[in-house]
């Protein structure tokens, strides 16, 4: 990194002026092409992130003590492992740094009083949509992050995340995070039994008639295992909207609002449960649950989602491509004759990848050392020695790194599981090791090679994959409408139903009692704003 922090600056304002004022049509190229700004020196300088020019700029001399909160229940070792950090942060620009953890029973009640009762902290982990975001950035609680003080600051976050990342991240054209710089797909595959497909002779599972008629040779010919098990609404997203090319809105609301992914110039989003589509959703879920491809007690079953089909009470299990994929190991070490894999039942509808906004992390506004935290989450996402700690712990007691890019966990993994203590706010997939995995399952070569033709042929980048609705101005009504889709929804995505249409109706008739039009005109007007605001 010998750019000098000038150089960096003006890039950065060439940056956000072009990100103001590009077409979608620009923006396609950005996704598509996953590139950062300039990455190619990232891990030959990711130890030396803090370069001689910003030490001399930056007044370091005085050491300070920063406090980071993280969501989750953190592990047995993280203050071991965050001391580690703080040796190597105070080497390079004089700080410590400690951790608490917000559970995730409770942060849903603390998150917004850290900021109402003035808290002393530092650095917060945060998420659009689903980690307070947008309704903390919109009550002043995360400190702006502007073009000059990023390029002093935090110069190595910007060689990094895309210039997509921080187009999302904005607020009113205002930037209040780093997003993280991870290429993920929240995507549902299909877990399937190799051996079954192999004994109903059936070749492959390619589109939902392949994935109903191996189905339909479970029903027809096993006793003791049924399609789902008890996991019969897993197929609502698949179904109601992936395979079409639809994508949900990410907020509250379920699979209630969608907008088509496959097609980026079409920025309306769509309330479903008016169209046609849905009604031939419900009839479908009535004709499977009829067929018994799923048990009755899908409403009330309580099991984990995987133990259907790892107990091989299922032929399938629905999910996304590293659960499913990850199950299918841990099938095929204890029953290997079972030949679990799985499939894609839309292998070349375009899809988006998850915002990069999807995690991240913000200063706080009242925050006595705005720059020396912005240095720190600077060191956290791009230096190495920093990073692999985060995400690893310490190398020789929980894990063994195995070249620059694999890892492999020691006896005391346990004490500090990898990537499980809510480092996913500074995420960077050139610094991301890989577990290494001496004879692969594969299933987990599949796996990989299957995200890979994603990433390089299928990611749709639609305006609206970041845009997250916020529930603020009608939250009374969501909360009632909820409420109507638990009583009147879940039984018609299960089929559980005596008539289709007339259930579809008088779901149709709560939500409109329950106030959806209302909700509907504050989405169109979120919708615009954000759009305006890109």
């Known amino acids: 990194m010998d750019k ?17 004022a590009c077409s979608s049509g ?45 969501l989750g229940d953190g592990a047995q070792d993280v203050d071991l492992v965050y001391e580690k950090i703080s040796e190597r942060m105070k080497e390079k620009i004089n700080a410590t740094i400690t951790v608490d953890f917000l559970s995730w029973a409770e942060h849903d009640t603390k998150y917004s009083l850290l900021f109402s009762s003035g808290e002393d902290f530092d650095i917060i982990f945060t998420a659009s949509g689903w980690a307070h975001y947008e309704t903390t950035a919109v009550r002043n609680g995360f400190l702006e992050l502007t073009e000059e003080f990023l390029a002093k600051y935090a110069p190595d976050i910007l060689e990094v995340v895309p210039p997509i990342a921080w187009d999302q991240a904005k607020i009113n054209g205002k930037v209040y995070m780093v997003p993280n710089y991870s ?22 599972i390619e589109s939902k008639e392949d994935l109903e008629a191996y189905f339909d040779a479970i029903v027809e010919n096993e006793t003791d295992i049924t399609p789902l098990g008890p996991n019969g609404g897993a197929l609502e997203y698949p179904y109601l909207f992936q395979a079409d090319g639809w994508q949900v809105v990410r907020g509250p609301l ?33 004709e499977m649950a009829d067929k018994g491809y799923w048990t009755r007690d899908s409403l009330t079953d309580t099991s984990a989602r995987e133990d259907p089909w790892k107990l091989g009470k299922a032929a399938a299990m629905v999910w996304h491509v590293g659960a499913v994929a990850g199950v299918a190991e841990q099938i095929n070490k204890e029953h290997p004759e079972w030949k679990a894999t799985f499939v894609d039942i839309s292998p070349n509808v375009k899809r988006p990848v998850n915002p990069y906004t999807n995690n991240g992390v913000a200063i706080n506004a009242a925050s006595k050392n705005p720059e020396r935290a912005m240095m720190a989450i600077n060191m956290l996402m791009t230096d190495k020695e920093c990073y692999d700690l985060a995400a690893y712990g310490i190398e020789g007691v929980h894990y063994e790194a195995i070249d620059d890019d694999k890892y492999r966990p020691l006896e005391d993994a346990d004490r500090f599981p990898a990537n499980q203590s809510c480092n996913w706010g500074w995420n960077n997939e050139n610094l991301k090791r890989k577990l290494y995995v001496e004879n692969p399952d594969p299933v987990l070569v599949k796996a990989e090679e299957t995200v890979e033709r994603w990433k390089n042929e299928l990611i749709s980048n639609h305006p609206l994959d970041a845009f997250a609705f916020a529930e603020e101005n009608v939250k009374n009504e969501v909360a009632v409408i909820n409420t109507v889709l638990t009583q009147y929804m879940q039984p018609i995505s299960l089929g559980f139903v005596d008539d289709v249409e007339a259930a579809v109706e008088e779901l149709r008739t709560k939500l409109r009692e329950a106030g959806i039009e209302k909700v509907i005109e504050e989405m169109n007007r979120q919708v615009e704003e954000y759009l305006a605001n890109r």
Do not use: W
């Open 254 to 286: 379920g699979t209630l609002f969608m907008y088509e992914t496959a097609n980026p110039d079409n920025t309306t989003v769509e309330y479903v449960i008016e169209t046609d589509r849905f009604m031939e959703y419900a009839k479908k879920m009535k």
């Open 26 to 70: 620009q923006k396609d190229n950005q996704v598509a092409t996953n590139e950062p700004a300039n990455n190619n020196q990232i891990e030959e300088d990711a130890n030396n992130s803090q370069d001689d020019d910003l030490k001399t700029e930056i007044d370091t001399s005085e050491h300070v003590e920063l406090k980071m909160y993280l």
């Open 183 to 204: 290429i993920e797909f929240g995507y549902d595959v299909i877990g399937v039994r190799g051996d079954l497909m192999e004994k109903y002779n059936i070749e492959k």
């Open 4 to 20: 000098k922090c000038i150089a960096i600056f003006l890039c950065l304002m060439l940056l956000f002026t072009t990100l103001t």
